[in-house]
């Protein structure tokens, strides 16, 4: 069954019958975790989905941040975006090489500048490559084309808010790492890090999110996870990760069953786990 939302999430076969639309722009938003062995632009010049333009998380962030791929100004999103030859009046989608991964932050970040005709591709690259759908390794002719945003603060969230918000429990914190990692149990990836999670935050591991194919789960099965989690939906809610990637297959994920109160954590836990005046809980929540 085909549950197809252009602001939100398409099938590899919605892809395949719109990949000749004049308005449509494909992203390859791919990117790796430290210590991956994966080059995610080498592979992307090896193999990509035809007219797909490679968009770098880590290049369309806010270097003046000593935080990993922060969302950047809106100014330097739209010049960028100019350069991909995407502007207004596209609908983009997204997608990975991982399946659902990395394409959910630049949804994310396309939704955060107040671009809505944005989707992620379900089961990303790899579905795509199964499906023996169309690939080449030609890049493909850009024209610049006006973008205009309009950043929604509402969207996103900062330490000071978050620390107010695991004080006050008026808001669901949800992390998306691993349960290893929340717990406290596994190190972090980056160096300096200390152990453990918000308190009050709720564990909702991304991955339990994704079937096994890799594409997203039925709204039915998405909202029954993050209520077994503990997660109560009523509350407004704000995501979290490690660097803030992850994060957004949770908020993607609350957008498919229609809850529209949800922040992201930008900072996520590389900002709250290197300042020692934050709290950290550890075990379960």
Partial sequence: MRDDNPRQLVSTLWLADHLKDPDLRILDASWYLPGSDRDA?????????PGARFFDI?????????LPHMAPPMEKFMSRLRKLGVGDGHQVVVY????????ARVWWLFRLMGKKDVAVLDGGFPK?????????DMPPIIRDRHM???LQNQLVRNVTQVAMASKLG?????DARTPARFRGDAPEPREGL?????PGAKNVHYATLLKADGTMKAPDAL??????????LSKPAITSCGSGVTAAILSLALERIGKTDHALYDGSWTEWGQFPTLNVATGEA
């Fill in 194 to 198: 200390r152990a453990g999670h918000i």
């Fill in 128 to 136: 795509w490559q199964a499906e023996a759908q169309p690939i080449e």
């Fill in 58 to 66: 880590d290049d369309v962030s806010d270097h003046r941040s000593e």
């Fill in 41 to 49: 632009r080498a592979e992307y010049d090896a193999a990509h989905i």
């Fill in 148 to 150: 205009s945003a309009s």
């Fill in 170 to 174: 008026d808001h669901e914190i949800i």
């Fill in 223 to 232: 909202r029954a996870t993050f209520e077994g989690a503990g997660v109560d």
């Fill in 96 to 103: 990975d090489g991982s399946g659902i991964f990395s394409a």
